[in-house]
C-alpha cells in the first residue's frame, strides 16, 4: 500500500524532476499556455502517451484536448495530436481502476442524498418537518460529507475525544451562530452517524462515490499505477487533497497551472494549502502571467484595487502587473447603490446592447431565482447556467402530478388537476376543487372529471407506463412550455431511472423521497443568449461584454455545519481550514468582477460602500426604488 499522501516524501526522490508553478491571473490565457507547454514537450522528444493534462469538468478537458490537438497538426505533428491522456481526475482514476479491478460501479448523483434522508428519519434525529430537513439541512449535509472526505477522511477513524476537544476550541472563539454549543454537539454526533450510515451504503451497494474513487486510487501500489513522465495540471488553486496528491504521484514533473486569488471552491475541498506546500517542499520555477486579454485597463484597476484592500496581503504583489494586453480603455466602473440590489438588477438589463452579451452574475442561487423572477414578469428572455435552480416550481408541478398518477386519491388528485400536465384549464380545475372540497371522490369520478389524467393513472402499476407517461405526455408538454419546464421534466426522469436502477423493491414513498430530493447541478450552456443568468462559480472560466454584479447581501453567521466540519478536519488531519476559507468572500468578488469585457457594474446597498467602493477607479450613483421597481 502506498502511505505517501504528502510533498514532504517527494522532496529528496524528486530533486531531478522539474516542477513549474504558473500564476496565471484572469484573463491571461492559462489554457493557451498548457497546451503550449505540451506541444514543446513534444517538440522536445517526450513521447505523447507519457505525458498527462487534467482538469476538473468534462467541457474543459474536451477544450483543452482540442486546443493541444490543433496545435500539435499546425506544427506538423499529426500522429501525436490525440495521444495526449487529457482527462478529468474522477475519469483518470475510474480508467485506471477499471483497468486494474474490473469495473467500478459509481453512486448516482443522489444517493447520498437518499441515504442522508433515510438514516435521519430510520434514527429519529431531528424534530424538523420533511420541508425544513428537504430544503435547508439535505443540501448542507452533503456538502459537508463531500468536503470532508475531500481530505481522505473516514468516519470509522474519527476519534470522538479529538472532535469535542477541536469543538471545544473552535465554540471558545465565540462565533455568531444560530445554534447553542449543547446543540452543535449532538448534531456532531448525528453527523458521524450519518457519515457512517452512508459508508455502509455504499459498501451494500459495492459503489464507491468519487471520493473514494480518488482514494482508492491513492491505496494502490506504486507498481499497479502507470506513470507519466510529465503531469500538467490546470486550476491548481481548486485541487483537494485528494487530487492533488494523484497529480504528484502520478508523474515525474509538474507543469501546474492557477491563481490563489481565485479559490473558490473550498466547499469541495479545493486549498491554498496546495500552493504553500507544492513552494515550499519542492523545487519549484515559478512564473507569472499578466497581460490579460480580457478586460480593459479600467476593470483590472478597479480589481487590482479591490484586492489589495480586501484580498490576502501575500498575494496581492502578484496582480502588481496586471494590465491590458493592448492597452484597451473603457468607462470606470459603476458602483450603484440600491436597497433591493436583485430587483434593480433587473430594471438594469432594459438598457443592454442587442450586439453585447450581458451577464447578471450573483453570488447565491437564491439571488438569481429572485432576478429571474423579475425577468419573467417583464417578459424579458435569457439563458442560464443554471436551469436545474430556475426550475424547481415547475419541478413541483410534474411531482403532483406523478404523485396523483401512483396514488389517486382526494389528496394528491386536485393539487395535480391544477398542473399543466392535467390539460384542464385553470377555470374547469378551480370549479373541480370547490365543487368537491367537502365531498369524496372515488376513482370513477376522477375518471369522468379528468378523462386525460385518468388515462394516465390506468398505466400506474408498471415501471414501464411510468416512463412512457414521462416520454410520451410530460417531456412533449414541458418542452411546449419552456426551458424550466423542460429542464425540471430531464431532472425527474433522470431521477426515476436512477431509482429504479438501484433497486427490484420499489416503495412509493421511497420513490416520491428519491423524486423530491433530486439535484442536477450539471454545467448547462446559456447558448446564444444576449442576456444571461449566473453565479459566480458557474461564471468562472467565462467572459462576457458588459457585467452586471450582485455580492451576497448579507451578513452570514457561522453556521454549524460549518463548525462540524472544521472541527472534524482538525481532528482526523490536524488541519484548520480557517485560513484558507478566511478570504474566499473577495476572491469569489475578485473572480466576479474580472469576468467582464468592457463594462462591470456592481448593484450593493449602501451599507457595503466601504468594501466595494474605490474613488480612483469607480464611480458611484444611485438606483431609485421607484426605478428599480419598474
Known sequence: MNDRNNLESFSEERMDARNILVIANPGTGKTEEIANFAVKLVKEGIEPGRIMCVTFTNRAAAEMQQRIGSKLIDAGLKDAAFRINVSTFHAFALDEISALTGSARIAPTNFIRASILRTIREKKMFSYGDQYIVGELLGKIENAIRYAKSFNISPYNIDEASLNSALSAILAEGNSRSMSDDEIRAFASHFLQIMKSYQEALATANMLDYNDLLSRWLSLPDDRRRMYDWVLVDELQDLNELEFNIALQSGTSHFLVGDPKQSIFGFQGGSLKNFREFTSNLSCEKRYLTDNYRSTDQILSYARAFYEKNGEGSFSTEISDLRSHDGKQGEKVKIIFSEEPERAAASLVLDTNDEEVTAIITRRNDQLQEIASQLDASGIKYGTTSPWTLSEPSRLDILRYLRAVISPRKETFIPAIFTPYSELTISEAFDISSKYRWTDLTIKDMEKLATSLFSDIAERRSKDGLFMIMETKILPIASSLGKDHFFAAISIQNALKEYFEQTDTPDLDALFDYLSISNYEEDVSPGESRLVLTTVHKA???????????????????????????????????????????????????????????????????????????????????????????
Open 540 to 630: 468562472k472560466g467565462m467572459e462576457f461584454d458588459r457585467v452586471i454584479y450582485v455580492p451576497s447581501n448579507s451578513s452570514e453567521r457561522t453556521t454549524f455545519i460549518d463548525i462540524i466540519t472544521r472541527a472534524i478536519i482538525m481532528a482526523a488531519k490536524g488541519i484548520d481550514v480557517k485560513q484558507d476559507l478566511r478570504y474566499e468572500d473577495s476572491r469569489v468578488d475578485f473572480v466576479a468582477v474580472t469576468r467582464a469585457r468592457t463594462d462591470l457594474s456592481i448593484l450593493i446597498p449602501q451599507r457595503l460602500s466601504a468594501r466595494y467602493v474605490d474613488p480612483e477607479t469607480s464611480d458611484t450613483g444611485t438606483l431609485s426604488q421607484e426605478t428599480a421597481s419598474g
